[in-house]
C-alpha cells in the first residue's frame, strides 16, 4: 500500500508513533486519541484493509497480530482486571482508517460494548 496508507508509514518511520512493541511482523503503539487509561493500537505490518481480510488472507499474520496484543495486554498488566480486544470494520463498524489494527483497551472499568442497544 504504502504512501497513502498512514499506518504503513507508521511502520516505515515516516510517521512518528509511541511504539510499545515490534515483532518481525507486528507493530504496536499507542492511540494518539486514547479513549481509555491504555489505548494501544496492534497492527500487522504488511498491508490488510480490515480484519475480514486479514483472517482470509493470511491466518498466521492475524494468530501474529493477536499474540501481540496477548503480550502487550501482560505488559500493560491488563491481565488481572481484563480488557477490551476490538477490530472496527467497515463502514458500520466505524472503521476510519484502513489498515487493520486491533484497539486493545484497559485499564479501568470499560462500560457497556455499545453505548446503545441496537438490537
Ligand atoms: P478506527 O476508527 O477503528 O479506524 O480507529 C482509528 C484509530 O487510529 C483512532 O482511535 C485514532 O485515534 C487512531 N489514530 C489516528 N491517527 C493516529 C496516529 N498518527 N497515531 C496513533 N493513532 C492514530
Redesign the pocket.
Same mark, same amino acid.
Given at each position: 500500500m504504502g504512501s497513502d496508507c498512514?499506518f504503513c508509514r507508521?511502520v516505515a518511520g515516516e510517521?512518528p508513533?509511541t511504539v510499545v512493541r515490534e515483532t518481525e511482523t507486528t507493530l504496536a503503539?499507542?492511540?494518539?486519541?486514547p479513549?481509555a487509561p491504555v489505548h494501544v493500537?496492534v497492527i500487522p505490518k504488511e498491508h490488510y484493509a480490515d480484519v475480514a481480510t486479514l483472517a482470509q488472507g493470511d491466518p498466521a499474520l492475524a494468530a501474529d497480530v493477536l499474540a501481540t496484543s496477548a503480550a502487550v495486554a501482560e505488559d500493560e498488566g491488563l491481565l488481572g482486571d481484563g480488557f477490551r480486544l476490538m477490530f472496527?470494520t467497515g463502514v458500520y463498524g466505524?472503521?476510519?482508517?484502513f489498515h487493520v %489494527?486491533a %484497539?486493545l483497551l484497559g485499564g479501568a472499568p470499560l462500560g457497556p460494548m455499545l453505548a446503545r442497544n441496537l438490537a
Open positions: 498512514l507508521i510517521i508513533a503503539f499507542r492511540d494518539i486519541d479513549k493500537l472496527n466505524g472503521q476510519e482508517v %489494527h %484497539h
